[in-house]
Nanobody, 122 residues
Framework: QVQLVESGGASVLAGGSLRLSCVAS??????MGWFRQAPGKEREGVAA????????WYGDAVKGRFTITQDNTKTTLYLQMNSLKSEDTAMYYC?????????????????WGQGTQVTVSS
């Protein structure tokens, strides 16, 4: 089992920035990702990274504004969010997956954190 703990969520004004962090209890996965779920909507993939090699993927809604990175130990994941918009308001979840497939798919991840709330007001 891998436990994931997110932090960094907050309330910010539109145009502002936030950095989310996710700490894993141990290493043992091939990819990590950030997902988000707004009220009344399905959870969607925001960004993902292959821990071996660092290849990244982004959802269309966040390309050019969000950046996913990991630390050298591969147990801490970050999401730098810039130029935030009201539509970015959601609960953000960190996830880790054992396989290297479908990096932005909910179904391709084995471990999930409890989430951290991001609220963007205009």
């Amino acid at each position: 089992q891998v436990q994931l703990v997110e932090s960094g969520g907050a309330s910010v004004l539109a145009g502002g920035s936030l950095r989310l962090s996710c700490v894993a209890s141990r290493f043992g996965y091939n990819k990590m990702g950030w997902f988000r779920q707004a009220p009344g909507k399905e959870r969607e993939g925001v960004a993902a990274i292959y821990v071996h090699g660092g290849r990244t993927w982004y959802g269309d809604a966040v390309k050019g504004r969000f950046t996913i990175t990991q630390d050298n130990t591969k147990t801490t994941l970050y999401l730098q969010m810039n130029s935030l918009k009201s539509e970015d308001t959601a609960m953000y979840y960190c996830a880790a997956g054992l396989n290297a497939n479908l990096p932005l798919s909910n179904d391709a991840y084995n471990y999930w954190g409890q989430g951290t709330q991001v609220t963007v007001s205009s």
